[in-house]
């Protein structure tokens, strides 16, 4: 039976990677900042502050590695030069050196959670990425992730697999950031004048990105995927959604683009964005060469999503 070590196992991607693992048939060695027992796993060791942490003593006799630790968000008053490098250290830096590390202790493969930032954070009105298209990243967060794939695809050879998983945002139970707000608003019917907003959004339900996990690390393959388990659609139609799930009505209003953009940009500032851009992935290409169907559909998350904010 293979034994494979996850990093931020604790988190909310990391939980269902544990869970969907152990669910295959993987001894699981979860590894977390202090130790949290999680249910599915075979064992769990704390890290600590993992970047300082011995590596080879967390990851020795495994025969996998899933990196899904990762520094996501600057936090208030934290100083931008300081972050930056403290992305590119967490993000870029330390998968390499766990890789390394991982290849000397006789792991025979290592699975990188990435992300779409890698590629770019917003994509052009009209069209949709896929692996097809050359990186650009444009935030600290999606370079330092690039920096980590770069060096895990030179890493990869014979006896040692490097895969880089790359999910749009994430989506589920317990979501936090800016679609947790998106669904509060609808709980309470909040009405929202996006309706003539012609964005395009990708987002990936987090049980579905753990069960491709478990698919990468069964199969011999390496390179960067990208991983989607729905088509994109727009923010109103995403909201139509989710106000149907609440049992209310439709509450998109249709205000001109201009004004709902000028309003969102006072109130949100750059996170606007994550309401009006467009942010529309193709993750087509794994799901030809893994055989791979994800297992909840689009409208089946949110009800899940629902079902825990009534």
Known sequence: MMTVAVTGAAGFLGRHVVGRLAASGYRVRALTRSGTKLASATESL?????????????????????????????????DPVLAERRYRLVNGEFPLRLADVARRAGATRFVQLSSVAAVRSLTP???VVDDDWSPEP????????????????????EGFR??????????????TAWFAALAKAA???????VGRIDNRR????????A??????VGQDRSGCFIVTDSEPLSTAALYRKLLNRFGHPDLVWNWSPELVS???????GERAQSLLGNAAYDGKRFARLFAWEPDVTLDGAIGMIAGTNK
């Open 262 to 268: 000028g309003c969102a940009h006072i109130v949100l």
């Open 187 to 193: 709980r309470f019917a909040v009405p929202l004048p």
């Open 211 to 216: 069960d491709a996990v478990a698919i990468a």
């Open 162 to 175: 490097t895969i880089s998983l790359r999910p749009p945002a994430l989506i589920g139970p317990g979501v």
């Open 125 to 127: 009105a009209g069209s």
């Open 202 to 209: 990708s987002f990936a339900f987090v049980g579905n990105v």
């Open 138 to 157: 444009t935030t600290p967060y999606g370079i330092s992730k690039l920096l980590a794939d770069i060096g895990l695809a030179e890493r990869d050879r």
């Open 46 to 78: 704390a890290t600590g502050d993992i970047i300082g942490a011995d590596l080879m003593r967390l990851v020795d006799g495994c025969d996998v590695v899933v990196n899904c630790m990762a520094r996501v968000h600057i936090l208030r008053r934290e």
